[in-house]
């Protein structure tokens, strides 16, 4: 089955600084990978996804990059702001439904 | 309701107990899912349903049981809850669509779990 990591596990950058996330996953079939961002004893909500045959893509201060030879893609924030802390998950799938999913980072914006 | 709600919020249960969490939604999406979540190891899936009268084994499917007798609804069961069950449990549904299309999976505000 496919087997997602994620890094780093936790992240502090000063505010309006850019933070970066990486993901790796092992399934080279796998063609949707969705982030998710939770905030503290929230649900977690759907930020950005990016499809197999496309290599960025954003909105507005965050993108997420798409490799698909190395198996990896990762989400940009930019000018990141207090409101950015919380715990992100990157997830992957080629099933259209079963998402796996990274162990998450733990984004702290330092005001 | 609006959206996809579970209940009870949180639940402190007794070894060797059945429990039975609940998972309802009103999107009519076909597609639901539960999944468990604990520290450093993210969202695992449990168990999903494609579709109300279908269910199918997630990653980690082991103590657990689902049904999906309609749309709306998609319970899950302990049938004799362990320790190591202890977590925080989140339902969510998805549009399925048309094959080999991806839709948002929306998350319920989940039920804490915890075995003594």
């Known amino acids: 089955g496919e087997n997602v990591e994620q890094h780093p596990s936790t992240l502090s950058v000063q505010e309006g600084d850019s933070a970066v996330i990486k993901c790796t996953y092992s399934?080279?079939?796998?063609?949707?990978f969705p982030w998710y961002k939770q905030e503290l004893g929230k649900r977690p909500q759907l930020i950005i996804d990016i499809r197999s045959n496309v290599g960025e893509k954003k909105d507005q201060r965050i993108a997420v990059t798409l490799n698909k030879t190395a198996k990896h893609f990762s989400l940009h924030i930019t000018e990141t702001q207090p409101e950015d802390s919380a715990v992100y998950f990157c997830a992957a799938t080629r099933t259209a439904r079963q998402l796996t999913f990274g162990s998450g980072t733990q984004l702290t914006v330092l005001p | 309701i609006a959206g996809i709600t579970q209940a009870p919020t949180s639940q402190i249960l007794a070894a060797g107990r059945r429990m039975t969490l609940r998972c309802t939604q009103d999107?009519?999406?076909?597609?639901m899912y539960w999944y468990r979540q604990d520290l450093g190891l993210g969202l695992r899936l449990i168990h999903y349903?494609?579709?109300?009268?279908?269910?199918g084994k997630g990653e980690v499917p082991d103590g657990y049981s689902v049904s999906r007798a309609n749309t709306d609804d998609f319970p899950l069961t302990l049938a004799s809850a362990v320790p190591s069950q202890t977590s925080v449990y989140f339902c969510?549904?998805?549009?399925?669509?048309?094959?080999?299309?991806?839709?948002?999976?929306?998350f319920g505000p989940g039920t804490r779990l915890t075995v003594l």
């Open positions: 999107m009519r999406h076909n597609a």
């Open positions: 349903s494609n579709t109300a009268g279908t269910t």
């Open positions: 399934d080279s079939a796998s063609n949707y």
């Open positions: 969510a549904s998805s549009d399925s669509g048309l094959a080999g299309t991806y839709n948002e999976q929306f």
